[in-house]
């Protein structure tokens, strides 16, 4: 123990470890193609397989590659997903089901984390050793530092030619222009409502935040929940307080973050505009009584039962629609709209709050990497995710999906592509994810008590200011 | 049987499988984490030397000085409010006789043999202000509000409000216990005397009670100190730490923030001060015990 | 006037010990009642429902889909071997500090004590490291040593005292008849430990049965996680469906609460033997 410790000990003093930085390449604001041309492949042919062996030597695992060369594969996946019946869940689960038929010699063992949990369990497992494929976010506060320290493995950007990913989607999941990761997503922050509701009642549906604050009240009045926001888990309040602050400064939101997060300083009247815009709501009683503890899935609920008028979330749940757990009544008038502009903001109706965010990776120090890879690529191939997710009324893809319009979308797939399409422009990375991880804790911490009005704007911005530092 | 009993090699062999274990699972942890405080580490790459800088930010990082006073509150909760109650109702239960008695005390350790993970959800359910049990029974009394229990200012008594119900039962049995084995003598002197159950209770019971009672009120200002599992699903600190706890926050920091380093900083400081606690709880108590 | 008062009393004590009896308990009532419904039932006024239809199939869910058997198994395998580690550790090694002669037993007894003021949570980092650097993240071993660790110097300390309440005179005869130490510990005090044993191996499963932190912490497949994880894995499964949530929960806390109330007397017994004298 002693001698192991001293020997580490020496190992460190000599070792200047990197910083990871501030800000990085996030939000990018591209104009949108929706599913138009496939990925430019500018620097594909530069980088061919040389860096496939990196980083993967100091694994000291001790039954290496027993199990690779035609026998059989156990792959591990570590998946965000943990509702195998659903949505999202339910189409990893049916390309796995479907990789494991085609290919009998390979086993797939998942394991699925709620996302908070997920993250948590991801950063312990960068410290020992992945599972073969992990889920990731294609942002620097989950991605700059697992990227530093080299747990992922570089893919050949060249391979996904063919796969038809939008353009700029692949951009999140780069470092030093090499490619660690594929998005799964085009993610939108929408805001859902209850059709049948809204007609039953007379409601309309926003077209500027005040009105929106009007419709609330109304709502308010009528003894129903206004919006139901999962702000236990404070991302989706950030990807919120992110919505808002696109509708205040329009297409600048990117620049402004980005200088926010180097200078760890957050006071910019944009940021400080949006912040009050979002206790403001809070305080007019926009969410649900409790907003500020409830997780997820109570939140959906809420929504799910009736019981709230909207539910904030990104686009992922439109396959609300298609749950057979939701009663018909309510699963078959959800519909969507974005953030209503904000008087006197940047944004128009149009500058929508979006980016792609989740995705897969695989290891760099798995012992079944080629496999893992191939499993990744199957994943990837433009008739799976992307196709079996439009299928499943799963949102956007990251990919392509006009050829696999089959008519029979729901509403509010139809919906949330037209919004898609007639974009003027996208986001980006949400604010909670342009910083370090420790940025991103006390943002979500943070802002649970600055829109209950527990703190003070200023002492908010400074918090998440200092964060960055 | 002097020399036998002082064989070496018998001693050895009796002793090592307890001091290994204590090495492996408890000093070896320690020391790392000793090390492992004085490095900006981020659990991935290479670790760097910090020197004191960790624990200097510990100093300043109110959410850490949080986790402390909600402890502190948490053990003052346990004091004033659960094991008033607990004493009490195991004074009334000692006056039951047959199988009532039982009964009771089988009921009330019920939640005490329940796993916290399903404790946790439970109450996150009941506290739930659209649909929780709650909210139902003030409701059931003719209030209407909604009452956000895990709002930023209720969300600390709510918590306690959950650990008290779920330790009622071991302390209640502790101190039936403790008055069980209260001479019944002195009882019939007492009513021959003509006092009253108030007079005896505040007269014999208390008095006679107080190892008990200090052997409870140590072990809840330690278990007050420790807590964290509870908190991690029911509130997870939040909101904005304000249901934070040490145990809770080193694990957010090591594992959330990639702040191994920290994290364990803050567990050193955690280790002390439980340790301090204990062996000054011990102290004053023993000496009260003595004077 | 006093059989009045007597009676006006003991109709107070009732009411106070009733109370009390419907706070505790309750919320399990609460917890079964929905478990039974469907969701869509739990947003009613009223304090507790009556099912349209009884829905035993949330059951069927939980038990299945909760992998209820497998964890059940791991938790009694686990927490049996902690149990067994845990007693035979620590009276080897109450005996040596107490009876035996030698000039560090009050040191190595204090050290084993000292693991009672550790948080346990404080190790979660350091250990985490140490078990994936020498893998045994994902093993038994995992929770064993730490359980085993954490409940050593509770045993330990129990043990010690019943030992030294032990008569001498019994050893005395027996080193007469020629028994080595080893016979001496484990066929003539062991026997003689028996409520204590008791005590210790039912503190020792209080401790670790409904323990969770270590497991998330340290295991990642399902091999050997343990009973709380049909609650913490389902819960997200099902997310939109709160019946069921509620069934396993209600199931996850069965096999506890249903040896409880078996074995109520000789638990209660136990933990207060222990407790007082802790």
């Known amino acids: 123990m002693k001698k192991k410790l001293i020997a580490s000990l020496l190992a460190t003093v000599l070792t200047v470890s990197t910083l990871a930085g501030c800000g990085g390449s996030s939000g990018n604001s591209t104009q949108t193609n929706a599913g138009s041309q496939t990925e430019t492949a500018q620097d594909t042919a530069a980088q061919d397989t040389t860096a496939q062996d990196t980083a993967t030597e100091d694994t000291g695992n001790t039954q290496e590659a027993a199990e690779t060369a035609g026998g059989d594969v156990t792959i591990r996946l570590f998946s965000n997903l943990p509702d195998r019946k659903n949505g999202q869940g339910l189409v990893e689960q049916m390309i796995i089901d479907e990789y494991m038929e085609a290919n009998p010699n390979v086993t797939i063992e998942v394991e699925a984390l709620d996302e908070e949990a997920y993250k948590t369990k991801f950063k312990a497992y960068a410290m020992s050793g992945m599972p073969d494929v992990v889920s990731i976010w294609g942002q620097p506060s989950f991605l700059d530092e697992v990227l530093d320290a080299g747990v992922l493995a570089e893919l050949n950007e060249a391979d996904y030619a063919d796969y038809k990913f939008i353009a700029g989607s692949l951009e999140g999941f780069k470092k030093d222009g090499k490619l660690y990761g594929l998005p799964r997503n085009t993610d939108i922050m929408l805001f859902y409502y209850n059709q049948k509701m809204f007609d039953d009642n007379g409601w309309t549906v926003p077209a500027t935040y005040d009105e929106l604050l009007e419709l609330c009240k109304t709502i308010q009045g009528a003894g129903i929940t206004p919006v139901a926001m999962d702000g236990g888990d404070g991302w989706p309040m950030a990807c919120f307080l992110t919505d808002i602050l696109v509708k205040v400064a329009g297409t600048d939101y990117a620049e402004i973050i980005r200088n926010a997060v180097a200078a760890g300083d957050f006071t910019a009247p944009e940021i400080r505009e949006a912040t009050q815009i979002l206790v403001d709501s809070a305080a007019a009683g926009m969410f649900q009584t409790g907003y500020d503890s409830q997780d997820y899935g109570t939140t959906m609920n809420l929504f799910t039962n009736g019981q709230a008028a909207m539910y904030c979330m990104g686009s992922w749940d439109c396959s609300m629609a298609l749950n057979e757990d939701i009663t018909p009544e309510i699963r078959d008038n959800i519909r969507a709209f974005t953030m209503p502009v904000v008087e006197g903001g940047k944004g128009g109706a149009k500058d929508i709050a979006a980016w792609n965010g989740g995705g897969y990776a695989v290891s760099a120090s798995s012992e079944v990497k080629d496999e893992a890879v191939k499993f990744l690529n199957y994943m990837y191939q433009p008739d799976k995710l992307s196709k079996y997710g439009w299928e499943n009324g799963v949102g956007m893809s990251a990919q392509d999906q006009t050829e696999y319009l089959t008519g029979n979308e729901t509403e509010l797939q139809k919906q949330v592509m037209d919004i898609l399409k007639e974009a003027t422009s996208v986001s980006g990375t949400p604010i909670n994810d342009c910083g370090p991880s420790v940025f991103k804790t006390t943002i979500e911490n943070e802002i649970q008590g600055v829109s209950n009005g527990y703190t003070s704007v200023d002492d908010f911005l400074e918090a998440i200011g200092n964060a960055c530092k | ?291 | 006037m006093k059989t009045t008062w007597q009676k006006v009393g003991k109709v107070i004590l009732w009411v106070v010990l009733v109370c009390v009896a419907v706070i505790q308990l309750f919320p399990l009532i609460w917890l079964v009642d929905f478990s039974l419904g469907s969701s869509n039932e739990m947003f009613t006024n009223g304090l507790l429902i009556i099912p349209e239809t009884i829905r035993f199939d949330n059951y069927v869910k939980a038990f299945v889909d909760g992998n209820f058997l497998h964890y059940l198994r791991n938790s009694v395998l686990i927490n049996t071997l902690a149990v067994l580690l845990v007693l035979i550790i620590s009276i080897m090694a109450a005996f040596a500090c107490q009876r035996m002669k030698w000039k560090l037993s009050g040191f190595v007894s204090t050290l084993l004590l000292l693991g009672m003021m550790i948080p346990i949570h404080a190790t979660l980092l350091p250990n985490y490291k140490i078990y994936s650097t020498i893998h045994l993240t994902d093993t038994l071993w995992a929770l064993l040593i730490p359980y085993v660790a954490f409940s050593l110097p509770q045993g330990m300390f129990l043990m010690t005292g019943f030992i030294q309440s032990v008569p001498k005179e019994l050893e005395e005869a027996a080193v007469m008849d020629g028994c080595g130490i080893y016979r001496i510990v484990f066929q003539i005090i062991t026997p003689l430990l028996k409520p204590s044993i008791a005590t210790v191996a039912i503190m020792t499963f209080l401790n670790n049965w409904n323990e969770f932190m270590m497991a998330s912490t340290y295991l990642s497949t399902p091999t050997w996680k343990t009973l709380p994880f049909s609650v913490l894995e389902f819960t997200g499964e099902y997310s939109s469906n709160y019946a069921v949530q509620f069934a396993v929960m209600a199931l996850t806390a069965a096999p506890a609460v249903i040896v409880y109330v078996i074995l109520n007397k000789h638990i209660t017994k136990g933990v207060a033997m222990g407790a007082v004298k802790g």
């Not at chain 2, 959950?162 to 001479?183: A, E, P, Q, S």
């Not at chain 2, 009672?213 to 304000?242: C, D, F, H, R, W």
């Open chain 2, 1 to 291: 049987m002097k020399k036998l009993y002082s064989n070496k090699l018998v001693i050895f062999s009796l002793v090592l499988p307890g001091v290994l274990v204590f090495l492996f699972a408890v000093l070896a942890p320690i020391i790392l984490s000793v090390y492992y405080g004085f490095t900006d580490y981020s659990g991935m790459g290479e670790a760097k030397w910090i020197g004191w800088e960790n624990y200097a930010a510990l100093f300043h990082d109110s959410a850490f000085g949080r986790s402390l006073l909600n402890s502190l509150l948490l053990a003052i909760g346990f004091i004033c409010i659960q094991h008033p109650l607990a004493i009490l109702v195991a004074a009334v239960l000692d006056k039951l006789q047959g199988r009532a008695e039982g009964v009771f005390r089988c009921i009330y350790f019920i939640p005490n043999v329940i796993s916290v993970a399903v404790i946790a959800y439970l109450w996150k359910f009941i506290y739930n202000p659209d649909f929780g049990l709650l909210n139902n029974v003030l409701k059931f009394f003719g209030y209407q509000g909604k009452i956000n229990w895990l709002s930023q200012q209720n969300a600390i008594w709510s918590v306690l409000l959950v650990l008290i119900w779920h330790g009622f039962g071991w302390g209640m049995l502790i101190y039936y216990t403790g008055i069980k084995n209260i001479d019944p003598v002195l009882y019939e002197a007492a009513s021959i005397d003509g006092a009253n159950w108030w007079t005896t209770f505040f007269r014999i019971t208390l008095p006679l009670m107080k190892p008990v009672i200090q052997i409870n009120v140590t072990m809840a200002i330690i278990s007050a100190l420790k807590q964290m599992e509870t908190v991690y699903l029911l509130t997870n600190g939040g909101p904005s730490n304000s249901t934070q706890f040490a145990a809770n926050y080193l694990y957010q920091q090591a594992f959330k923030s990639f702040r191994y380093g920290y994290g364990n900083a803050i567990g050193v400081v955690f280790i002390l001060i439980c340790i301090v606690t204990t062996v000054v709880l011990n102290t004053v108590f023993r000496e009260k015990q003595d004077a």
